[in-house]
């Protein structure tokens, strides 16, 4: 009977129909492979736990610069209007502004400019919560009115509350800087405080600010500094570049003034008589 069998089946058989092999024959024949081991399961290892962290680490430094640095710049007009919206409420103590400060590095140099011009007409761009309409109308000497413009909805709700005291000399309206809601030639002064880098574009809202300010207006401005100016990718420019700028959309009489640790005053005269 094993003779008819190939020896891999060399079986004894049983019962009819049933087949038992004999000890050891399955077992000692070369033909059967013992089980393969299971693949042992990857576990992380040390790079991996650096690669993790420094992943990390570069996502939270980006996120840091796109929100805080830049203010929302990079990402689009909505988030910057949106962070000035969610911070409106504590923006000035956040700014920490010092009234005889603002009075003296401010206020005066601009009442110099407009000693000259009756009942001045003035326009903030970029008013955030009233800084400078509130510190100007307080100026015993300044007898105008002050036109303040923001895009932030909440901003501009703390600048009233800020400006209720003034009654019909001061006025804010809802917009963006580079589509302001104003005539040629109307302001005797425009202002834009340290905001001219959070624009999707300066130089559409500087052109702006010039077409509403008079022949003969001031325009003061910032020009961003320090340390962290530079950060702004393809938006920092030099105190000779910032000039230059401006000295092409019309403005003669452009100076720089030293004014805080991370901005210059910049001054220009639009050509033209009043």
């Not at 504590?90 to 009442?111: M, N, S, T, V, W």
């Amino acid at each position: 009977m094993n003779n008819l069998l190939p020896d891999c089946l060399a079986l004894n058989c049983g019962k009819q129909g049933e087949a038992v092999a004999r000890p050891g024959d399955l077992l000692n024949h070369t033909s059967f492979a013992t089980a393969s081991p299971l693949p042992k399961q990857k576990s992380f290892t040390k790079m991996h736990w650096i690669a993790i962290v420094l992943t990390t680490a570069v996502l939270a430094l980006l996120l840091y610069w796109l929100l805080i640095t830049t203010e929302g710049v990079y990402l689009g007009r909505r988030v910057v209007v949106w962070l000035y919206d969610i911070t409106a409420h504590k923006y000035d103590g956040i700014k920490e502004f010092e009234p005889d400060a603002e009075q003296f590095f401010l206020i005066r140099p601009l009442l110099v400019r407009l000693r000259q011009v009756p009942n001045p007409l003035v326009l903030d761009v970029a008013t955030g919560t009233g800084r400078l309409p509130g510190f100007l109308l307080e100026a015993p000497t300044f007898n105008g009115r002050v036109v303040g413009l923001d895009a932030s909805r909440k901003m501009l709700g703390f600048a009233a509350e800020k400006l209720r005291p003034f009654g019909h000399r001061a006025s804010l309206v809802q917009q963006v800087a580079d589509k302001l809601p104003f005539a040629d030639n109307q302001f005797d002064l425009v202002t834009c405080l340290e905001a001219l880098e959070f624009f999707p574009s300066d130089t559409a809202a500087l052109q702006e600010m010039i077409r509403v300010l008079k022949p003969g207006g001031i325009l003061l401005v910032t020009r961003r500094k320090g340390p962290d100016a530079k950060l702004f990718v393809g938006r920092y420019r030099n105190v000779p570049q910032f000039e230059a700028m401006l000295t092409g959309l019309g403005l003669a009489e452009v100076h720089t003034n030293p004014w805080q640790e991370d901005y210059d005053q910049v001054f220009g005269k639009k050509t033209g008589n009043r």
